[in-house]
Each structure stands twice: as C-alpha cells, then as structure tokens.
C-alpha cells in the first residue's frame, strides 16, 4: 500500500506570494491533517479534515486555509507568505477515530514539503 | 500545550537498550500515551501506545507507570537506524486527530 504522498518536496516563494501544497492520502483513509515544523515552534497542528470538512482547528492565522476533496485528497494554502511561513509542512492521513478507535487510530505522515520564503 | 516532558537529548551506544522517560503528570483518565519518532528528513512515524498496562510490539516496548503520570519508552537494542527524535503524546479517546507534540528527545546512536 503507497503511504502518503506530498507535491512539490520543495518550494521556494517571495514573501507576498501565495502557495498550495498537496497531499494525498493513503487509500482508504478519510482523515487528513496538517502541521508546520520550524526550528523555534517545533511542530504545530494546523487543521484536519474529514469527509470535506474541516474537523478541527490549529491555532494559526486567516492566511492559513485547506480543503479536502471527495477522494479525500487534500492541499492546503497560504495566502500573502511571510519569511516566518518558511517551514515544512507535513501532511498525515489515518482511517478515522470513528472507525477505528481512538486507541488505535493511528497517524501516517508523509516526508513533507519544504517552503522556503524568500 | 503539549502535556508532556521529556529530556531534550540521550545517547547511547549501539545494540545497547534504551530508555527514553517521558512525564505526564497532569494525565486524565481517558488519555492514551502515543509514542511517534522522526528519523532525519523524515516525517514523524507512529511507534507504540498504551493505556494502563505494558505494552509490546516489533519496534519498542511501553512501561506505564502504576499511577500513570510517566512512562518509558524501550528500545531493547538500538540501532544506529534508531537515531531520531522521539515524541511523547497524551491523545484524549473523544480527540480528533489532532497531535499535539512537544520538543521531544533527540536520541543519538552511536557505533
């Protein structure tokens, strides 16, 4: 079975631009999340979706946004990139805590796109 | 707020055991402790949970401690593949899939 998959690995921006990264799921899995991973913050929750929704929510800015699509693959976009937006991001997919349990539901994180602003 | 603490870093030497404590002394009733690691430009991996009891699987093994607020988590033999950053999370049974990790502990393999 292919684990997560992420496009593009890397990505360089201007500071102003925009940026949408993409993730796909491991088949079968209808839970998508998102996190940020810097040196100073460590790594930060930044949403989740479920049957194309938004589930749960990170504590990040307006300019931070996501959607998931029917076949549960999801991106995510920033709007206006600050130099601090510089990250990798890392997408992670589990069946879903409905289904299998919390106990048991397990996170599967693909190898990240790393953003550097500019 | 991560909910947990645990050393920055450890070492240890190759095909040696590994104990890596994490405390979570302000753990609640319904919280399982999840164990994930992040190799070098990797994402983080899931690695072992428990509740209560010990627990056991092909990477690793949990000890929980009788009242619950620390646990360990035990590689029997490291390897220098072992060499990661290990991270100790409470992930509340109502939760959604939401982690919230801490700084973790960098654990260096040596030969």
């Known amino acids: 079975k292919a684990g997560v998959t992420q496009t593009p690995r890397y990505l360089i921006k201007t500071r102003g631009q925009q940026v949408t990264l993409s993730c796909s799921p491991i088949?079968?899995?209808?839970?998508v999340s998102w996190y940020q991973q810097t040196p100073g913050q460590g790594l930060q929750f930044l949403f989740e979706?479920?049957?194309?929704?938004?589930?749960n929510k990170g504590n990040f800015p307006g300019r931070f946004s996501g959607r998931q699509f029917s076949n549960s693959r999801s991106e995510m976009n920033v709007s206006t990139l600050e130099l601090g937006d510089s990250a990798l991001y890392l997408c992670a997919s589990s069946l879903d805590i409905a289904l299998s349990g919390a106990s048991t539901d397990t996170q599967y994180f693909g190898p990240g796109t790393r953003l550097t602003v500019l | 707020d991560a909910k947990t603490t645990q050393p920055n870093s450890m070492e240890s030497n190759e095909e040696e055991p590994v104990h890596l404590p994490c405390n979570h002394s302000?753990?609640?009733?319904?919280?399982?402790i999840h164990w994930y690691r992040q190799l070098p430009s990797q994402g983080p991996e899931y690695v072992i949970h428990?509740?209560?009891s010990n627990v056991n699987n092909r990477m690793a093994s949990l000890a929980i401690a009788e009242d619950r607020k620390s646990s360990t988590l035990i590689l029997h033999r490291a390897t220098l593949r072992d060499a990661a950053v290990y991270y100790c999370i409470l992930r509340d049974i109502y939760n959604t899939d939401k982690l919230i990790f801490g700084t973790g502990t960098r654990l260096q393999v040596f030969p």
């Open positions: 088949s079968g899995h209808r839970s």
């Open positions: 302000t753990i609640s009733g319904t919280d399982y």
């Open positions: 979706y479920f049957s194309e929704t938004q589930r």
């Open positions: 428990g509740l209560t």
